[in-house]
């Protein structure tokens, strides 16, 4: 898998995630998150959370603000770095992994983890994702709980778009995406044009994620050793059902 698209687009010299996705800073967008998840998983006050592929830290930091104590892993060694920069600055301690999440270490024993933005699962193979989960579960305390938030298949089946333009809140950068649903597997290959306003520069870069139904995440859940007990359609709580735009699953580890 060394040729796999997610060592070309996640961090180093390009870093096209990280640039094209800077408006994912908003704090206003992050803080929301922070908080619905919270009200979502209900973790005991002052615990220990895994934030499981959590790239720059935008959630790890706001929870350590709130008292929690805090793991973020992360495979890119620049975010983690820009993670623990802005931990610094908020005054708040955090623990960095900079490692492969199918590598989690098992010495983490954490009592909840959290996988949002549709982060990790669904960019290798299945077979990849059931030894992440594994290493996961290795990782959490009996009775953890994990809460996986990522895309919903059924949504993006019904407003499936070939072409898209969106453009980012600062209004600096468009962005012009190309979509092709590959039906034997279920993954949705994207090629992104991002234009840079100011600079006036355009750079490309291309992603590809298997898109899990709920009974398919269920399935692999119960595989790596978890009990799923509850589904969402988004981090608000919301019934889980075709119109949702996200898939959002409760798992314990028993
Ligand atoms: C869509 S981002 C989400 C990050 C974070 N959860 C958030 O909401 O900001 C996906 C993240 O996956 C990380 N990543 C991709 N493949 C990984 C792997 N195999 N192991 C660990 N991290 C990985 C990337 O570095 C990136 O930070």
């Given amino acids: 898998m060394a040729e796999s698209w997610i060592y070309r687009f996640f961090g180093g010299e390009d870093d096209f995630y990280g640039r094209a996705y800077d408006w994912m800073l908003d704090n206003g967008r992050t803080e929301r998150e922070v908080e619905l998840l919270l009200g979502l998983l209900k973790p005991e006050p002052g615990t220990h959370i895994l934030d499981w592929v959590g790239g720059w830290g935008r959630h790890a930091v706001r929870l350590a603000q709130r008292g929690f104590k805090v793991t973020l892993l992360d495979f890119c060694p620049e975010y983690i770095e820009g993670a623990k920069a802005a931990a610094a600055q908020a005054g708040v301690e955090i623990a960095t992994v900079c490692a492969d999440f199918r590598e989690t270490p098992a010495s983490i024993q954490a009592d909840y ?6 982060a ?3 960019y290798l193979t ?5 030894i992440a989960l594994r290493s996961l579960h290795a990782a959490l305390k009996p009775k953890a709980k994990v809460l996986i938030d990522t895309m ?4 993006i089946v019904k407003n499936f778009r070939e072409r898209m333009w969106e453009e980012s809140s600062n209004g600096n950068a468009r962005f012009l995406t190309e979509h092709r649903f590959d039906f034997w597997a279920n993954r949705i290959h994207a090629s992104v044009i991002l234009q840079d306003l100011e600079k006036k520069a ?7 994620e298997r898109i899990y139904s709920a ?8 595989a790596a050793g978890f009990k799923p007990v509850e589904i969402y359609g988004g981090l608000d709580g919301s019934p889980y059902s075709f ?7 409760i798992s314990v580890r028993p």
Wanted: hydrophobic share 40%.
């Fill in 243 to 249: 119109d949702s735009k996200r898939l959002v699953m």
């Fill in 202 to 208: 355009e750079r490309t870069g291309e992603h590809n």
């Fill in 113 to 118: 983890a959290i996988n949002l933005f549709t």
């Fill in 120 to 122: 990790g699962l669904g």
């Fill in 215 to 222: 009974a398919d995440l269920a399935r692999i859940m119960c």
């Fill in 126 to 130: 299945e077979e990849d994702d059931l």
């Fill in 152 to 155: 919903n298949l059924f949504w």
